[in-house]
């Protein structure tokens, strides 16, 4: 089955303990990216990869850092984290092509306390 | 700014009635145009997509879209909603054929559905 898949799904920790949230995706897709969604704010893009080891920072790109050794696999690490990223993430992938839709994963919820 | 909006947070309608859900945006080309859909305790699900040609495009679970380019609008319908389809909905736009032209999503109308 073609999938986005993102773990853990649920995931409480204390600031400045450094966190991976892992996303892979099975469907040979070019494109990933992170997404955070926050009430009142909608989805806001953390950080994009084209391609393997090419990754570009997206509108809220402060405090993660992403890597895309593998073209199925694009983590995303929050090397301190603080309460500020506290949130719902999505990891989202496609063929990269302006029309190509994305496929989601089913979100990590995030607290730092 | 490029932007979209769906000016309608919440909407509430009783099941079996008709449901249209805004979206318009602000782009002077006719862009990439998608409705996603966010059930409950999952991610963005793809519902339709606009690209060229027919206005009124369907989708999956019954709805569809129609592009309209003078009002700059992308409205989802459904003629007769069900208790299931209460979910978080989402219109995205990507402005146009440039590779870094990203996909701008707005933030989204929650429907709530009447039994």
């Known amino acids: 089955e073609a999938q986005v898949t993102q773990n853990p799904r649920y995931l409480i920790t204390v600031t400045g303990k450094k966190l991976t949230v892992t996303c892979s995706q099975n469907?040979?897709?070019?494109?990933m990216s992170w997404y955070r969604q926050d009430p009142g704010l909608g989805l806001r893009q953390i950080y994009y990869s084209m391609n393997v080891e090419v990754t570009d920072k997206g509108d809220v790109p402060e405090g993660y850092k992403v890597s895309r050794k593998e073209k199925r696999n694009f983590p995303l690490i929050l090397e301190s984290p603080s309460p500020n990223q506290t949130s719902l993430y999505f990891c989202?992938?496609?063929?990269?092509?302006?029309?190509?839709?994305?496929?989601f994963g089913n979100g990590t919820r995030l607290t730092v306390t | 700014a490029q932007s979209v909006t769906q000016p309608d947070i919440h909407i509430t309608v009783s099941e079996g009635a008709s449901l249209e859900l805004r979206c318009n945006y602000s782009?002077?080309?006719?862009?990439?145009l998608f409705w996603y859909v966010q059930s409950p305790g999952q991610g963005l699900q793809l519902l339709l997509k606009?690209?060229?040609?027919?206005?009124l495009v369907q989708g999956i679970k019954g709805f569809e879209a129609e592009f309209k380019r003078s009002q700059s609008s992308f409205n989802l319908r459904k003629p007769s909603v069900h208790w299931s389809d209460a979910a978080e909905y989402f219109c995205a736009v990507v402005p146009g054929v440039n590779r870094d032209d990203k996909i701008i999503f707005g933030k989204g109308t929650r429907l709530h559905i009447l039994p």
């Open positions: 606009y690209f060229s040609g027919d206005t």
């Open positions: 782009y002077g080309a006719t862009p990439y």
């Open positions: 989202a992938s496609s063929l990269g092509l302006n029309n190509s839709p994305l496929h």
């Open positions: 469907m040979n897709h070019e494109y």
